[in-house]
């Protein structure tokens, strides 16, 4: 899934290609993935693009007809440039594409959504928070008045599995199973650890290899057109999907957690002193 990094990373590219372009096309070829109703798609057509940005792991890319033209990738979603669109007529239910659009350059993308459970995401809105998954998004991490005591404060009674909150989008933005494993062995902690129950000291570290962690994945996404990042991610990564390969901070055996739909990875010697954490949703570790 693309997380905030990529996200960025996709952004930046749309923003310095595509701001001051007129939206040509719109054509949606997968009608679930289209959330929205009012406006209609269409109105996109002729408008200019003003800016793109980014709101978690949506993209946001605002135009001057005052529709936002907003999308979240999901977990198998991903956006395909041209320089030149494709003249291809687009069958539904054909293709793995969603949606294309095309810009008065002649360039344009597609989002891919690969799999058969669908999840991509795509909404046109008058603001951003008409889609109710902005509406919903905790802080982001790395905004300017985000810093140590906001993030103790989120943390501060929660009787929950520290992986889960990293994930949870309503607590903090943008980060989800990949970078929360890369948090979590930068931060040399349990992903089963309870967030209450974080010392102050532990606070700190996890909140450094966060920042740390995000920063230097984004300045590794920076530049990278949208077909390179998913690699720049997949090599970036020190245990997330890294099952049975050695630790690069310790040599230890990276192992897995399998859950119904996913899986977490972290390296028994960094962060759980040892011990194998217990499989099949359990918070227990083995003994």
Known sequence: MPEMPE???????????ITGLRIDKATVSAINALKTFDPPLSALVGAA????RRHGKFVDLTTDAGIHLVFHLAKAGWLRWYD???????????????????FDDGAGFDL?????????????????????????????????DFGRERFGALLAGRRTQIKGVLRDQSIIAGVGNAYSDEILHAAKMSPYALAANLSQPEVDQLFEAMTTTLTEAIEAARGKPPAELKDAKRRGMRVHGRRG???PVCGDEVRSVFFADNSLEYCPTCQTGGK????????????
């Open 112 to 144: 891919t959504e690969a799999g058969t459970k669908k999840s991509l995401a795509v909404y046109a809105v008058r603001s951003p928070d008409d889609v109710p998954g902005i509406a919903r998004l905790g802080p982001d991490p790395l905004d300017d």
């Open 84 to 102: 030149a669109l494709p003249s291809t007529i687009i069958k539904p239910g054909k293709t793995p594409i969603a949606l294309r659009v095309g």
């Open 245 to 247: 390969e050695a630790c």
């Open 7 to 17: 996200v960025e990373g996709l952004v930046e590219f749309l923003r310095g290609r």
């Open 49 to 52: 693009v003003t800016d793109a």
């Open 276 to 287: 194998l954490l217990a499989d099949r949703r359990l918070s227990r570790l083995l003994k």
